[in-house]
């Protein structure tokens, strides 16, 4: 008698790899190479967009991170998807310049626009982030924490004691860009000195109790290592986060205050707070030591 499964391992063999190895499905690309950022009360904009958190047709795709380079490849990624689709993306951040915590960033809105997809083509998205609105159900920025240098009377001066003065310089002079727009504030220390320089916000605010998601804002160029803290009531300080020096070049960074208003305050509703940005250990490197700052602000919800 015939054997029947000779002829079953023959027909599995010849039709095995499509049944077992169906073909992969093709994609259609995106490529974000470009992010602006609005500017808001029409002061520079300032961002600090690492990554985008992508949707297509309101399902979640993927977390790219940007490529800031001009001079490399920039991102392009697959997406199952073809034809008219709708495309959303929030902006991502390093959260307390920790590289490697992504967050999308609490404080900006979705970008959404509808492009067309094709299998294997590429379709150029270069959104346009904005922040939140004002008002209720949007975002905060109080007054005595919002500071661009532009003006002539700036929030912020040299802390009390430091003998480092604050000078207000163009921070196209340290790499600065577009969003730095045409004043920053700026500290040097002789290369032969170790004197700390400092600066502190004028005026006290209250920041809300129980905490919200606070952030403080800044830009910063330095050659040093920078302590941002809390003064409480004018008196008592408050460490936040250390900044490592940046590489010749503005950098923003968002930092998470929430937890430290929390303790720092320890629940004293009255507790008035001020920003205080100091250098830490300035002997040892070499040549004049400098520090320069801008766009500060803090941004909590309204």
């Known amino acids: 008698m015939k054997n029947p499964w000779v002829f079953f391992l023959f027909v599995l063999g010849f039709f095995g790899c499509d049944v077992i190895n169906p073909s992969d499905p093709i994609p259609s690309y995106i490529s974000v190479t470009e992010i602006k950022i609005d500017s808001f009360r029409s002061e520079p904009n300032s961002a600090a967009v690492f990554d985008v958190w992508v949707t297509v047709n309101g399902d979640y795709v993927g977390t790219y991170e940007v490529q800031r380079d001009p001079n490399k490849e920039p991102l392009v990624f697959p997406v199952l998807y073809e034809g008219n689709v709708e495309v959303g993306i929030f902006g991502g ?6 590289f490697g915590r992504h967050d999308p960033y609490i404080f900006y809105k979705e970008y959404i626009t509808n492009v067309e997809l094709k299998k294997t083509e590429v379709t150029v998205v270069n959104p346009t982030i904005s922040y939140l609105d004002e008002g209720r159900g949007g975002i905060q920025f109080p007054t005595a924490a919002f500071e661009d240098f532009e003006s002539g009377f700036p929030r912020y001066v040299s802390c009390s004691g430091c003998v480092i003065s604050m000078d207000i310089i163009d921070p196209k002079t340290l790499n ?5 727009g045409e004043a920053a504030a700026y500290f040097k220390v002789e290369e032969d000195e170790d004197d700390l320089l400092g600066m502190i916000q004028r005026t006290r605010m209250s920041l809300p109790i129980p905490p919200t998601q606070v952030f403080f804002e800044m830009d910063y160029n330095s050659n040093v290592n920078i302590l941002v803290s809390f003064r409480i009531n004018g008196i008592a300080g408050w460490p936040i986060i250390t900044l490592p ?3 010749g070049d503005y950098r923003k960074v968002y930092i998470f205050i929430t937890d430290d208003i929390g303790f720092a305050g320890q629940g004293d509703l009255s507790a008035e707070y001020q920003m205080f940005i100091t250098s830490l250990e300035t002997a040892g490197v070499e040549g004049d030591k400098y520090a320069s700052f ?3 602000r803090i941004v909590q919800p309204n």
């Open 245 to 247: 020096p940046t590489t």
């Open 93 to 98: 951040i390093y959260r307390d310049y920790t």
């Open 176 to 180: 600065g860009g577009p969003e730095q």
């Open 294 to 296: 801008d766009n500060l």
